[in-house]
């Protein structure tokens, strides 16, 4: 059972424009979550995070908004850039220190 | 952040054969997690590595399979045992920082291709 959920594998934004890649969940007991980006090659970096009281955190280019209603979160990238181009993964936990990943979307920014 | 490395970057092994990759962190940590990335899929966590205790496994992981080791809170090891082909992955070691608990940091990864 896939608790977490990225359903789009994959993403093509022209660069300067917005990205926006999403991410679905089940398990309504998720109390935080997170998104990390993957280069090939390399470890997954760590992103943003946002608690489930919130719904919606800041950080430069990137936001991250969550809508538990729907149990969805996304993760918005403004103005996307060549070297956003990666692997993105969310994950979530809750009450432990345990993270689940979704199966990521891999996003190419183009000139 | 806790800066993460992991020993060997790759490595080719033979059906049958055992390998043990090595974790350091530049601070001492709470949290130490052994991952898996087989090609094309996501990160399943394989176990939690606890110092001075047995490691804590998810399931569909067991001990005999992949023994862990965590000697003190710089340190883990991860054993690949008895590999088959099936195990050829990416093995990343991970840990916790001094921020957030749930915000982990990554290690490079170990790229590993049983033959």
């Known amino acids: 059972d896939q608790q977490v959920k990225q359903n789009s594998p994959s993403l093509s934004v022209q660069e300067g424009r917005i990205s926006i890649l999403n991410c679905d969940y089940t398990n309504s007991m998720f109390d935080y979550f997170l998104w990390y980006k993957k280069y090939p090659a390399e470890g997954p970096t760590f992103l943003i995070s946002?608690?489930?009281?919130?719904d919606k955190n800041e950080d430069g280019r990137f936001t991250v908004f969550l809508n538990k209603s729907a149990k969805h979160l996304s993760l918005h990238i403004v103005p996307s850039q060549p070297g956003d181009s990666a692997v993105y993964f969310c994950a979530a936990t809750y009450n432990t220190d345990k993270l689940i990943f979704g199966t990521g979307t891999r996003l190419q920014v183009f000139p | 952040s806790a800066v993460i490395s992991q020993k060997p970057s790759r490595d080719i092994c033979q059906r049958g054969t055992s390998l043990t990759i090595q974790c350091q962190v530049d601070s001492q940590v709470t949290m130490m997690f052994w991952y898996r990335q087989q090609p094309g899929q996501s990160l399943t966590l394989i176990a939690t590595?606890?110092?001075?205790?047995?490691?804590?496994?998810e399931s569909g992981f067991v001990i005999d399979k992949f023994p862990i080791s965590r000697p003190n809170l710089t340190f883990s090891t991860l054993t690949v045992s008895n590999m088959s082909p099936e195990d050829s992955s990416i093995y990343l070691c991970?840990?916790?920082?001094?921020?957030?608990?749930?915000?982990?940091?990554f290690g490079p990864g170990t790229r590993l291709t049983v033959t």
């Open positions: 946002i608690s489930s009281i919130k």
């Open positions: 991970s840990a916790t920082g001094t921020g957030v608990s749930y915000e982990q940091y």
């Open positions: 590595a606890n110092q001075g205790s047995e490691a804590t496994y």
